[in-house]
Structures are given as structure tokens and as C-alpha cells.
């Protein structure tokens, strides 16, 4: 694997990028990873992406600062009208509609456990707007967090990962805005009908 190329360089840094990736009319928050100047990403095997990647061996990041994105798809399947299909090469991706900022890449699987697929990311394709620079927001940050720890929680039903999810539910009340604090709301709700009584 060769070094990154501009502007993918200066996209993603060194460590878990926190993007939503699309595969075929599916999509999902996922973390790219960026080490040693080569992107990969770690998949679990019984989710959509990963039959996807097997399949197709695309994967579309899109860079969104949307709290209410992130919830949603981690938690339920986004309706077809939400993709839009287009020809990159000889392939045809599907990517989320709205969101303008978009790394298209091959997706290689490199080895497998009985859990997981690890992912070797190759961009072949960028699509990214002029847009001001956005500072590190602490309600998103916490929407990502506890999004993360709510789909373990409802694997293993660990009380500690119920914990988490609420410390960082009340730090979006304290430092979100009000889309912050709708897609916490929305977080709990999904958790309450996997398992009943978590949040009241």
C-alpha cells in the first residue's frame, strides 16, 4: 500500500475516523482507520456491511456532522429512496442522498476471524465541497460514543455500557444542541424496545 494522496491525506488523520459508510442500499457509522499513512476498517461478520464488502468490495465515507445520521443508521435500515446510485469505474456505489462530502474506496478483505473481517480501504474516488472549518463539538462527540456503546449494550445487556450510554447522554443535555438532545432521545427509545426498561 502506498502513501495517501491529497486531499484524502488531509481528510482523514492518524487513529478512528468516525464516518457513515454505505455499501449496497445499506449504510452504518463506522470507524476508518488511519495508520502508517493506509486506511482500514474493522467489520463485524454478521452485519450488512460486511456481506456487503464480501460481495461488491466497495465502500462509500461520508463525512457528516448529522447526530440524528449517526443514530439512525446503527440502529435501523435506511428506505432505498435515501441512496442515490452512481457509476465510479465499472462499478455502480450507492451513496447516502444530502450528503455532498464522499470518499468512494475498494474494500479488501485482508483476513477474518469467527467475529470479524479486517478491511483494507483503498480510495479511488473524492468527492468533497469548500466548506468552513467545523470545531470539535462535544454533543456530536458523545452521540458517537454513546451510539457505540448502545449496539454493544444490546448484544451483551453489560449494566456497565448502560452506565456509559447515560453519562454520555447527560453530557449531550449539557453541551448539545437541540438536534444533539432529539437524537438522544431517539438513541433511548431504539435501546428501550431491544431491551425493555433501560432508560425511563
Known amino acids: 500500500m502506498g502513501p495517501l494522496t491529497d486531499p484524502v491525506d488531509q481528510i482523514f488523520t492518524e487513529g478512528i475516523n468516525e464516518v457513515i459508510v454505505s455499501t449496497c442500499n445499506n449504510a452504518a457509522p463506522m470507524g476508518i482507520i488511519r495508520k502508517n499513512d493506509s486506511l482500514s476498517m474493522i467489520v463485524f461478520r454478521t452485519s450488512h456491511t460486511a456481506q456487503n464488502i464480501i460481495r461488491d468490495e466497495w465502500i462509500v465515507a461520508h463525512i457528516s456532522h448529522d447526530p440524528i445520521l449517526f443514530v439512525k443508521t446503527a440502529f ?5 429512496e435515501s441512496f442515490i446510485q452512481e457509476q465510479i469505474g465499472d462499478r455502480t456505489i450507492h451513496r447516502l442522498r444530502g450528503i455532498q462530502n464522499w470518499i468512494c474506496c475498494n474494500a479488501h478483505v485482508e483476513h477474518t476471524t469467527s467475529e470479524k473481517l479486517f478491511v483494507r480501504l483503498e480510495p479511488i474516488h473524492v468527492n468533497i465541497t469548500k466548506v468552513l472549518p467545523m470545531p470539535v463539538h462535544r454533543g456530536l462527540n458523545n452521540i458517537i460514543e454513546a451510539t457505540v456503546h448502545a449496539t454493544r449494550f444490546i448484544l451483551n445487556k453489560d449494566p456497565e455500557l448502560a452506565r456509559f450510554i447515560r453519562h454520555h447522554g447527560d453530557l449531550v443535555l ?26 425511563t
Do not use: H, I, W
Open 76 to 80: 435501523e435500515d435506511l428506505s432505498e
Open 174 to 199: 449539557r453541551c448539545g444542541g437541540e438536534q444533539d438532545k432529539r437524537a438522544m432521545r431517539l438513541l433511548y427509545g431504539y435501546v428501550n424496545t431491544k431491551v425493555p426498561g433501560t432508560f
